[in-house]
């Protein structure tokens, strides 16, 4: 058999031939077929998690600081998987260990009968997100070099949030049936789905890199060489400054289910429902706020502050039309925050650092929702009216730092010309 010339391989020694069995789109689609299964698991966790720790005991506080010390964990901690994946590029590794501990960290909560294993299990599964997730945006990023980055993390994330949808239907199904328990166990079933499909995909496409023709792809550094290091552009920190404010008044759901459950407003088995609502809602915002920003930039994310501003109006009533509506909120403004700003960060940063700045990027937006989201389920506890005033407060605030960015961030990347 004959060498095989170095042309025809890949920066990690794979033929090139098998580069070409996924197109940048069906890599897109590909990747969002994976990330609905893992969020038909941790989503539909998500929907009772709140009311679950209610039954262990947790307080409103105890709530919101679980659930917000959760996120923070899935963003803070990229700051270092992040880098790790710049400087290692093992983006499909890192990728589907993060997978792993999720769908495996989330049907163990069946098994679990006090507070403190329900919150390690909790923070683990957030845990697995931080893993996988810079590394997953990178590839992401490559392939959405041509199509448009915008159009290519709304198309990833409203298939994400398919899952975000069918996961609380099927899970407040189970509830209904049995209880908490059977909720979390029966969701081994699309956890293992999404580990095999994740493979698959690696195998099918095993260097995203050479989707983005923009950018020539480095090879991983040799032992001993130094990379060097591209500093992130000021307007990047300004902008991970805007997104803090604003995610700093924004609720996380266990802080709404929590309410949803101990004030009776609903039966336990439709709270979940009501999640299902608000990833639909996600999802179609997501394509919407995907395309706004491949036309006009980062002024489409100003409608997520009205929306994040309405949030305690509605989720924290005690009447059910309300709360449905808030459902709705809620889900817009956080498809919002998942899919269009983890697009621009693309584009503000060099790609030769981009996991690192995504890294960074999520660790301040995470440090901000655990602050936010343990203050409002302390108000929660003291004064809604308070709550709703530091809601709104910190949207104006958002809005203020906003102006600054509106002449210094560059036009977002678009696909070829149609």
């Known amino acids: 058999m004959p060498e095989m010339n170095q042309d025809h391989l890949s920066t990690d020694g794979t033929p090139k031939t098998r580069l070409h069995r996924l197109g940048p789109m069906g890599f897109v689609l590909a990747f969002g077929v994976v990330s609905m299964l893992a969020d038909v698991v941790y989503e539909g966790a998500r929907s009772i998690t709140g009311p679950f720790l209610a039954t262990l005991g947790a307080s409103a506080v105890m709530v919101g600081f679980i659930t917000g010390f959760g996120e923070a964990v899935a963003l803070v901690l990229r700051l270092g998987t992040g880098p790790l994946a710049d400087r290692t590029r093992k983006y499909w590794p890192l990728t589907i260990a993060g997978y792993a501990l999720t769908v495996i960290a989330v049907p163990f909560m069946a098994l679990t009968s006090s507070l403190w294993q329900a919150s390690a299990l909790v923070i683990t599964e957030r845990f697995g997100k931080a893993v996988r997730t810079p590394a997953r945006d990178t590839m992401l990023s490559h392939a959405g070099a041509e199509m448009g980055?915008?159009?290519?993390?709304?198309?990833?994330?409203?298939?994400?949030?398919?899952?975000?949808?069918?996961?609380?239907?099927?899970?407040?199904?189970?509830?209904?049936?049995?209880?908490?328990?059977l909720g979390f166990g029966v969701l081994a079933i699309p956890g293992a789905a999404a580990l095999v499909a994740v493979i698959l995909l690696r195998r099918a496409a095993p260097d995203p890199a050479r989707y983005d023709t923009h950018t020539v792809s480095e090879p991983a550094p040799a032992p001993g060489?130094?990379?060097?290091?591209?500093?992130?552009?000021?307007?990047?920190?300004?902008?991970?400054?805007?997104?803090?404010?604003?995610?700093?008044?924004f609720s996380t759901f266990g802080v709404i289910s929590y309410h949803l459950e101990v004030q009776n407003v609903m039966p336990s088995a439709l709270i979940p429902v009501t999640y299902a609502v608000s990833m639909g809602a996600a999802a179609l915002a997501a394509l919407g706020s995907g395309a706004l920003y491949d036309r006009i930039g980062l002024r489409g994310l100003l409608i997520a502050l009205p929306l994040t501003a309405a949030v305690p109006f509605l989720s924290f009533?005690?009447?059910?039309?309300l709360v449905w509506v808030g459902a709705v909120v809620w889900g817009a403004a956080l498809g919002i925050h998942e899919s269009t700003l983890r697009a621009a960060v693309a584009d503000l940063?060099?790609?030769?650092?981009?996991?690192?700045?995504y890294g960074i990027f999520t660790a301040i937006y995470g440090i901000a929702w655990l602050a936010g989201s343990t203050i409002i389920g302390a108000l929660y506890s003291t004064s809604l009216t308070g709550l709703i005033i530091?809601?709104?407060?910190?949207?104006?605030?958002?809005?203020?730092a906003?102006?600054?960015?509106?002449k210094s961030v560059p036009a977002p990347t678009q696909g070829p010309a149609a």
């Open 317 to 321: 009533s005690n009447t059910p039309v």
């Open 390 to 400: 530091f809601t709104i407060g910190t949207q104006l605030v958002a809005l203020i």
């Open 225 to 249: 060489q130094v990379r060097v290091r591209v500093p992130l552009p000021a307007r990047f920190w300004w902008y991970s400054a805007f997104t803090a404010v604003s995610m700093f008044g």
């Open 149 to 181: 980055r915008g159009k290519a993390f709304a198309i990833h994330e409203a298939l994400d949030q398919s899952g975000a949808l069918l996961g609380p239907l099927l899970v407040g199904l189970m509830v209904a049936v049995s209880g908490f328990q």
């Open 402 to 406: 906003f102006i600054p960015l509106l």
């Open 349 to 357: 940063v060099p790609s030769a650092t981009r996991g690192t700045g």
